[in-house]
């Protein structure tokens, strides 16, 4: 069965960086869309950014300029740089894999970031 696994998360002050990784198993890891979701407290699950299997990305608005998401097919992980943190970003990721034709989605544990002074 599909597996994600997170890490990486932790407590930053506004202004540092943080890097979220996501080992995957269970798939034909290149064929797949790979993102990275976020909810915050009291708040609906949004998406931060997406690598889809030809290598496009999309990013969230809040996070233009400042995140960026890669991609390792040989050693199925998936990464989130994240730079010039700030409180806002606040929040559970979650690693999400879509199958090819994007009907099925499959989600990680969820990592806490935490950004704070």
């Known amino acids: 069965q599909v597996q994600l696994v997170e890490s990486g998360g932790g407590l930053v002050e506004p202004g540092e960086s943080l890097t979220l990784s996501c080992a995957a198993s269970?798939?034909?890891?290149?064929?797949?869309?790979l993102g990275w979701y976020r909810q915050a407290p009291g708040k609906q699950r949004e998406m931060v950014a997406e690598?889809?299997?030809?290598?496009?990305?999309t990013f969230a608005d809040s996070v233009k300029d400042r995140f960026t998401i890669s991609r390792d097919n040989a050693a199925k992980t998936v990464t989130l740089q994240m730079n010039n943190l700030k409180s806002e970003d606040t929040a559970v990721y979650y690693c999400?894999?879509?199958?090819?034709?994007?009907?099925?989605?499959?989600w990680g544990q969820g990592t806490q970031v935490t950004v704070s002074s």
């Open positions: 999400n894999v879509q199958t090819p034709n994007r009907i099925r989605n499959f």
């Open positions: 690598i889809t299997s030809n290598g496009s990305t």
């Open positions: 269970g798939l034909t890891f290149n064929a797949y869309h």
